[in-house]
């Protein structure tokens, strides 16, 4: 099994681009539809930009946003006004402290990832697979 290279901080390709820009377009498009579509789609695709390239956090952390997210559309689809802007403060604070959290694991490597985690290389070393030149 080939090792990966190391190559961790941000990361933007051109398939990440283009996933941008249609979710803005779509976005744009629905939005005279209904307006949720527009912040839910940009919400979802803003965090999956920030999870994915910027802070590259690991799948479980972005699978419990994405529950927390879930329960956020359902607030707002509910369309109960008062529970509008405390489900988006709350989904805020709980996409801050996913991002935290991704930053304090051994395995973070993110944007900054230097600093916030200097003993990556080690990390990142002892958990790719062996190469078979490695049993000479």
Do not use: K
């Not at 290279?5 to 249609?22: E, N, Q, Y």
């Not at 946003?65 to 707002?76: Q, R, T």
């Not at 403060?89 to 600093?115: E, K």
């Amino acid at each position: 099994m080939d090792r990966r290279p190391f190559s961790p901080g941000f990361r933007l390709s051109l398939v990440d681009i283009a996933v941008v820009v249609v979710a803005v377009v779509s976005a744009t498009l629905l939005d005279d539809w209904h307006p949720l579509f527009f912040v839910g789609i940009l919400v979802a695709v803003g965090h999956f930009f920030l999870f994915c390239n910027v802070f590259r956090l690991p799948r479980w952390l972005e699978l419990m946003w994405v529950v927390a997210y879930i329960a956020w559309a359902v607030c707002l689809a509910s369309d109960i006004e008062r529970l509008c802007l405390p489900a988006s403060v709350l989904l805020a604070v709980f996409s801050v402290a996913v991002i935290l959290w991704g930053m304090r694991l051994p395995s973070y490597h993110g944007l900054d990832w230097q600093f916030v985690n200097p003993g990556l290389r080690g990390w990142w070393e002892s958990h790719q697979p062996m190469a078979d030149d490695d049993f000479e």
